[in-house]
């Protein structure tokens, strides 16, 4: 199946500070790219879904000027938790879609990056 | 009322057992659907899509009703390895978004 990965797989920073999480499609080319966040023992909550060249569309009530998504080409997407809070604290997870197969609807999921915020 | 339910277990089953999971979509434009496994502090991973004519991969088969808005996922001849969160997704095509239930949790025991 397709491969997706993320850098880095665990952070620790502390109050305030702005963190970017990296997420690539290794050998497919994905035109969309989502990012979730997930809480221990809670599902998997969608906060944005990133377009290659255009402005990514956030979910109600995720903040778009505290967590920067962009998606410069179609291999990469990256999130940036600005001026990070304890409460960010999360299991950050991306996804992408491979437009180029027959199952174009499957989404295939990086590793996930654990932020914890001091 | 949440896009996609699931009863949250855990189930806790022999080795050996067969066990269902049902999970209920709330929107009838709801196109696709699909199974992933979550291992704990693990990414999820694509289990098996749920084809409208029902599927099934070895073990495990999966069945859509559209009249009654729920898909479900059954394990025969459980194995150990097969302990894990097991997540229900619903897509809508027109929104280009995909919902995630809570998961249910299976436990198998030896």
């Known amino acids: 199946g397709a491969v997706v990965s993320q850098h880095p797989s665990r952070v620790i920073c502390k109050s305030g500070t702005s963190v970017k999480i990296e997420c690539r499609s290794l050998d497919f080319q994905a035109t969309t790219m989502f990012w979730y966040r997930q809480f221990p023992k809670q599902s998997l909550m969608l906060m944005a879904t990133?377009?290659?060249?255009?402005?990514?569309?956030?979910e109600q009530g995720v903040e778009k000027d505290k967590f920067l998504i962009n998606h410069a080409s179609l291999t990469l997407s990256t999130l940036t938790v600005t001026s990070a809070h304890p409460e960010d604290s999360s299991f950050y997870i991306c996804?992408?879609?491979?437009?180029?197969?027959?199952?174009?609807?499957?989404?295939?999921f990086g590793p996930g990056t654990r932020l914890t915020v001091t | 009322r949440k896009e996609v339910e699931q009863d949250p277990g855990p189930f806790n089953v022999p080795e050996g057992a067969t066990v269902a999971f049902n999970c209920t979509y709330s929107n009838s434009a709801s196109q696709s659907f699909f199974w992933y496994r979550q291992d704990c502090r693990k990414e999820p991973k694509l289990l098996m899509s749920v084809y409208s004519s029902g599927n099934e991969d070895g073990r495990f088969t999966a069945q859509l009703n559209r009249a009654s808005q729920y898909i479900s996922l059954l394990i025969r001849d459980s194995k150990l390895s097969d302990s894990a969160t097991y997540l229900c997704?619903?897509?809508?095509?027109?929104?280009?978004?995909?919902?995630f239930g809570s998961g249910t949790k299976l436990n198998v025991k030896p």
């Open positions: 990133s377009n290659e060249g255009s402005k990514a569309t956030y």
């Open positions: 997704v619903v897509m809508q095509y027109n929104f280009n978004k995909f919902y």
């Open positions: 996804s992408a879609r491979d437009h180029g197969t027959g199952s174009s609807y499957e989404q295939y």
